[in-house]
Nanobody, 124 residues
Framework: QVQLVESGGGLVQAGGSLRLSCAAS????????AGWFRQAPGKEREFVAA????????DYANSVKGRFTISRDNAKNVGYLQMDSLKPEDTAVYYC?????????????????WGQGTQVTVSA
């Protein structure tokens, strides 16, 4: 079992930045690929970013590419999502997730563990 707890969400103006953190406990964090997803009201949960177990490879949704950066510190059992140049359309609940798949995945069903989510609101 892996427990994930997100933090760092909040209210920010368009063009601003936030850094989300995902603290992992339980089994060793570096046994899992990590990902971030988001869900806006009335919309399905969507992929945002993913990173491999050792952080060597990353991937992003086209909508956030060049603005968001995913990273991890396995020594601290923490994952991060740095969000810059935020837009109102980035408003959503953001979830971190852990997957035991080799490599990484963009498919939410392939993640084994999820955090409770943190709200990000970007005002125009």
């Amino acid at each position: 079992q892996v427990q994930l707890v997100e933090s760092g969400g909040g209210l920010v103006q368009a063009g601003g930045s936030l850094r989300l953190s995902c603290a992992a406990s339980g089994r060793t964090f570096n046994n899992y690929a990590a990902g971030w997803f988001r869900q806006a009201p009335g919309k399905e949960r969507e992929f945002v970013a993913a990173i491999t177990r050792r952080g060597l490879f990353t991937d992003y949704a086209n909508s956030v590419k060049g603005r968001f950066t995913i990273s991890r510190d396995n020594a601290k059992n923490v994952g991060y999502l740095q969000m810059d140049s935020l837009k109102p359309e980035d408003t959503a609940v953001y979830y971190c997730a852990a997957s035991d798949r080799v490599g990484y995945t963009k498919i939410s069903a392939e993640y084994n563990y999820w955090g409770q989510g943190t709200q990000v609101t970007v005002s125009a």
